[in-house]
């Protein structure tokens, strides 16, 4: 498969620079996660504190439960922001992964091609028909790849789109309920 010592070694800098560029990706989502994990535990903390004090500031049972209802509006909207985040990370983790395995494939497609076309000019006479068939089988998984590829683009646009419509819905039924709490 590899001709010269030089061709072996920059396909394995190519693997090792490529699971670096998996490895890097996968920390930074996790270090992203991590801070958005402190900050909002440390808010969480703060707003908990906070809350408490104006429930307990409440002179009846009335005003206690108008407390209540006013707070449960931005408690629902912090944590469908830190469902959101959380998703956005993800989401962008998930595109440079996909951008990373497509360039993969790509890059071990044209060398595949490459490799069958120098052997198809050493092959002996007679075997254009096995060639064409490993082209044809070549070919074939391009377009399943592509074909996979553009389905998983089109399953994460609608999951992003029906948790933009649900976290919208969640944030309009919290302040409806809320508004009719403190009527």
């Known amino acids: 498969m590899f001709t010269t010592p030089e061709q072996f070694a920059a396909a394995n800098k190519a693997s090792v620079d490529a699971m670096l560029t998996l490895a ?11 801070a958005l994990n402190l900050n909002t ?23 206690f439960f108008s407390v209540q209802a006013s707070l449960a509006q931005p408690n629902v909207e912090k944590a469908v922001a830190y469902t959101r ?11 440079e992964v996909s951008k990373l395995l497509e360039a993969q494939f790509a890059e071990f ?7 069958l076309e120098q052997a198809a000019k050493n092959a002996p006479v007679g075997s254009d028909v096995a060639v064409s068939a ?12 592509d074909t ?14 029906n948790v933009a419509a649900a ?10 309920t809320a508004a009719a709490v403190k009527k």
């Open 109 to 115: 497609q044209k060398k595949s091609f490459g490799l």
């Open 167 to 176: 976290t919208n819905a969640t944030v309009k039924a919290v302040g409806a």
């Open 85 to 95: 985040s959380v998703y956005e990370i993800s989401a962008q983790s998930k595109e």
């Open 24 to 34: 890097n990706t996968a920390l930074a989502s996790a270090e992203r996660i991590a």
């Open 148 to 161: 996979m590829n553009k389905a998983a683009k089109q399953v994460a646009d609608l999951a992003e789109s």
């Open 41 to 63: 535990a440390r808010s969480m903390l703060e707003d908990g504190v906070a809350n408490a004090k104006a429930m307990l500031g409440a002179k009846n049972a009335q005003e």
């Open 134 to 145: 490993v082209k044809s089988a070549i070919a074939s998984a391009t377009s399943a790849f």
